[in-house]
């Protein structure tokens, strides 16, 4: 039913009409007016599908649209209204289900006309808000919408902001309902998100983020994070038309377990570098915590196998340098209170393995993209016993024959780490009191050079440790093991193709105490082999002996008040 009225400002249009998926009714001038709809989702796609192909497989709910307009001067529009939705739900054709609530929204839009046609919008602004969740986007400066006749009447790209708050897996649902395959991730969490930029018809500018999520997780087939809270702001630009151009002027992210401030910046020389550089505080006990296998614990014959963690403090920095064809790092971390626990099967409390109070890390190295090669020029470690300086090099997959190429073979990696080490040989001793029961005290300093060198192999069947091989050497001035003393020693020690050996001769307690032995650390059950041989010649027998391990080889020995005498075991 349509009515056409002679009014004072003109004609004046009036329209109703109803069909079984909509009803319309409107009525006004070009000058003003209102217009209002209701839409039947489920009638309308099937009107629509019997005409073209639409990506939705079926859709239920109502919608109701109001619209009121005024035009200025025959130029200047402006338009407002309120959309409100029953729940919906929308089914598409890649397999995707949205289920939504009842919707409330409200917008707000001004216009530029030219000739009859649309020029600029002046403003909009959006609102929608269902139960929990809001979108508010707000285009708070003119956007042209044609391309100018000249580029002085160009408008500058306009200002706005977008404010989100919701569920993360709700608004992650309705971004990945449309896609075919969808990525094995999944979002957790209540996001409060707001974002400042710029935009037009070519390109948009993000300039400045905001947001907080209550809490957050995120998950994959083989792993998960999640945190109580995380909090983040970003300052800098990300430009669509130009993404290689994007600028960290201030990134701050705070979460439980960790927090990160960082800067980044491209290079002004159109080289594609890059510089950037980042602060960072981690809480080592916390985020073991938050990063989890979603895989079943693992197990060794059906029983839950042992779980390691780590506790401690880490604060450092890191600084970059990168560009198309290589990466450069320098990082400088120190850690507190670090140590290495473990928690069997059937029980609560940890266990430490290893401990450090105070542990320094300095490194820097490149990365090359075009072979994946790592060298790290100068690594260097510290802690309250020890004191290491080397150098690590880092051989990808190869596919050269070159003989020069650190790769033994073809399509095989390989990993060098040479260097030097000092350690306090007392402090070493008791750090391996848990594992010793104190029967190895060591006194002096040692500096004992390292090189380790491990090759994988292209057998798949083959040990990880048949490509090892290692030159190292451990020493004392005076030890005292299991009550015997031994005197000044320096002990190599050798791996080769995954094979351990070691041989020495030590004064001990008047006599001598040899060894030469060997194992197969590529082998299913670590067996050590020592050569037949004289292994302690002429050893003063002491009580500590006796009340040790000597008495489980002469029991007569056990309960002894006092001992004299020598020993020698073949």
Known sequence: DVSLIDGPKGPQIGAQATADFMSIEGQGTLESGEFSTNLD?????????????????????A????????????????????????PLTVVSTAGGELQEPAWRGSFQAGALLKEGVPHSLTRAKLVLEANTEQLTLDLREPLLLVTPEAPDVALPPAAFTIDLVGDLKKWERRAMMW???PPEMSLDGNLNLAVEGRIDLNHVEVFAANWRSQPIGIATPSMSFSEAQMVGSFKGVVDTSQLTRLAIEDLKVQATSFSISARDSASDDSS????????????????MKSVGSTAPPPTQ????????????????????????QQAGVRL????????????????????????????????NGRWVAETGNIDVDSLQMQTDWLTYNGDVSYRGASTSTDAADLTSAVGTQSVVMKGQAVYDCSKLSTKLVPMTGNQFQMQGQQSVPVEVQWTSSVDPTASVLAGLQATARIGWEQDRVAGIELGRADVPIQISQGVLSTAT????????????????LTAADLVINQKPMTVL????????????????????????????????LQ
């Open 505 to 520: 001769e030590i004064p001990v307690s008047g006599g001598k105490l040899r060894w030469d032995i060997q194992s197969d």
């Open 537 to 568: 010649e002429n050893v003063e027998i002491t009580e500590e002996m006796c009340q040790g391990w000597l008495k489980y080889v002469a029991p007569l020995l056990a309960e002894t008040t006092s001992v004299d005498g020598r020993l020698s």
């Open 272 to 287: 594609g570098s890059r510089v950037g550089e980042a602060v960072f505080l981690v809480d080592l006990g916390r985020l």
């Open 63 to 86: 919608l109701q649209l109001n619209l009121g307009w005024t035009l200025a001067e025959g130029q200047t529009l402006a338009a407002e209204g309120t959309l409100d939705t029953t």
């Open 301 to 324: 014959n059906g029983v839950p196998a042992t779980q390691v963690s780590a506790q401690g403090r880490v604060q450092g920095q890191l600084t970059w340098q990168v560009n198309t």
């Open 179 to 181: 896609l075919a395959e």
């Open 332 to 363: 400088q971390a120190n850690a507190d209170k670090l140590a290495v626990t473990s928690v069997s099967a059937g029980s609560n409390a940890p266990e430490t393995l290893w401990a450090e109070p105070t542990l320094g890390l300095a490194l």
């Open 41 to 61: 989702l489920q009638q309308l796609h099937e009107r629509l599908s019997q005409w073209v192909d639409i990506p939705v497989e079926s859709m239920n709910g």
